[in-house]
Antibody, heavy 123, light 110 residues
Framework: QVQLVESGGGVVQPGRSLRLSCAASGFTFSTYGMHWVRQAPGKGLEWVAVISSDGNNNYYADSVRGRFTISRDNSKNTLYLLMNSLTAEDTAVYYC????????????????WGKGTTVTVSS | QSALTQPASESGSPGQSITISCTGTSSDVGGYNFVSWYQQHPGKAPKLMIYDVSNRPSGVSNRFSGSKSGNTASLTISGLQAEDEADYYCSSYTGSSTWVFGGGTKLTVL
């Protein structure tokens, strides 16, 4: 079955960096666009970033543009989110989510979600 | 990228129908038929319930339906059940490869 497993979360000091990973299985990862979505404690969902199946197209929310980088390694079936210059406002559960249609861009919605990984930015 | 507007809470009794609204602008909800809805139980990951305004993924109960009029999308849940108690989020494609979510609606089954 389709599965997404995030990892790499933890407690990090303000201004530092962290890289999240999302291991995909049960589908042909290299043919699907992917998203990162986050949820601050007690808050709603916030779209963060998207990447095309080949990794050549990526876009970001205004709140993270210039600080976060989404990437993927299709040989390892893994999605990444590199987060730099972290602030307390980046504290959240980070979910990776799969786009719905193979070889289709943009991935217009998120049809499968991982369970998330928690990032806490605190001194 | 302002969040879509949803009521903070809705409630209904078992067997009743409820509708959750999601209001955006002509740049998102009104401009594209790419509205989706997600259900999230406490401590769990979101689950896709509706895509492309009114389509249900395989496995989602037909008690869930979606619609759109102008800049407002709606999720209707009929025959309310205790298991439907959850948070619900709408989302819309906004063009230029960006997306926006609503603030979420907490559904209580009385």
């Amino acid at each position: 079955q389709v599965q997404l497993v995030e990892s790499g979360g933890g407690v990090v000091q303000p201004g530092r960096s962290l890289r999240l990973s999302c291991a995909a299985s049960g589908f042909t990862f290299s043919t699907y666009g992917m998203h990162w979505v986050r949820q601050a404690p007690g808050k709603g969902l916030e779209w963060v970033a998207v990447i095309s199946s080949d990794g050549n197209n990526n876009y970001y929310a205004d709140s993270v543009r210039g600080r976060f980088t989404i990437s993927r390694d299709n040989s390892k079936n893994t999605l990444y989110l590199l987060m730099n210059s972290l602030t307390a406002e980046d504290t959240a559960v980070y979910y990776c989510a799969k786009g719905p249609w193979a070889l289709s861009y943009p991935p217009l919605y998120m049809d499968v979600w991982g369970k998330g990984t928690t990032v806490t930015v605190s001194s | 990228q302002s969040a879509l507007t949803q009521p903070a809470s809705e409630s209904g009794s078992p067997g009743q129908s409820i509708t959750i609204s999601c209001t955006g602008t002509s740049s998102d909800v009104g401009g594209y038929n790419f509205v989706s809805w997600y259900q999230q139980h406490p401590g769990k990951a979101p689950k896709l319930m509706i895509y492309d305004v009114s389509n249900r993924p395989s496995g989602v109960s037909n008690r869930f339906s979606g619609s759109k009029s102008g800049n407002t999308a709606s999720l209707t849940i009929s025959g309310l059940q205790a298991e439907d108690e959850a948070d619900y989020y709408c989302s819309s494609y906004t063009g230029s490869s960006t997306w926006v979510f609503g603030g979420g609606t907490k559904l209580t089954v009385l």
